[in-house]
């Protein structure tokens, strides 16, 4: 699938320039040089090339807050993980989304030792086996 037919797909050859993408956009808001509108309109334009290897295209998250507000419908997550597989194809090596704060996260987790996230709880003689409330203290570990 070429760029060209990622923007039919999508009907992202429908986008009015309004940048509500822009402004509702998580990514944008840290990141001033991120822009969904930027993007289609590299696509459009026919600067297809350029956008492959550009790295701003694995920035996006796929959150679909610019889909949502979009009022020509523009389906900006699809165009995004459709063209990111062009990228793939041309051998663009992706960038980590977040930073790699999240493969950061996932390598800091202990594999080896069992947690023991309730046991003061259980110390402290508060646990149910069945109730109408929950509580969560939160992401401790140990």
Same mark, same amino acid.
């Given at each position: 699938?070429?760029?060209?037919?990622?923007?039919q797909?999508?009907q992202?050859?429908?986008?009015?320039?309004?940048?509500?993408?822009?402004?509702?956009?998580?990514v %944008?808001?840290v990141?001033? %040089?991120?822009?969904?509108?930027?993007?289609?309109?590299?696509?459009?334009?026919?600067?297809?090339?350029?956008?492959?290897?550009?790295?701003?295209?694995w920035?996006?998250?796929?959150?679909s807050?610019?889909?949502?507000?979009?009022?020509? %419908?523009?389906?900006?997550p699809?165009?995004?993980?459709?063209?990111?597989?062009?990228?793939l194809?041309?051998?663009?090596?992706?960038?980590? %989304?977040?930073h790699?704060?999240?493969q950061?996260?996932?390598e800091?987790q202990?594999?080896?030792?069992?947690?023991?996230?309730?046991?003061?709880a259980?110390?402290?003689?508060?646990?149910?086996?069945?109730g109408?409330?929950?509580?969560?203290?939160?992401?401790?570990?140990?």
């Amino acid at each position: 699938m070429t760029i060209e037919d990622a923007a039919q797909a999508t009907q992202t050859y429908y986008c009015l320039d309004c940048g509500v993408c822009t402004g509702s956009c998580p990514v %944008s808001r840290v990141s001033p %040089s991120f822009s969904p509108r930027i993007i289609v309109e590299k696509a459009l334009l026919g600067l297809g090339d350029e956008l492959l290897k550009d790295r701003e295209l694995w920035s996006c998250l796929t959150c679909s807050r610019c889909f949502e507000r979009c009022p020509s %419908s523009i389906d900006f997550p699809e165009f995004m993980r459709l063209i990111r597989e062009q990228a793939l194809k041309l051998g663009t090596q992706p960038a980590y %989304s977040h930073h790699g704060m999240l493969q950061t996260i996932m390598e800091l987790q202990t594999q080896g030792i069992n947690q023991r996230k309730t046991d003061w709880a259980r110390e402290a003689g508060k646990v149910a086996e069945k109730g109408d409330t929950f509580f969560f203290v939160g992401c401790m570990p140990y």
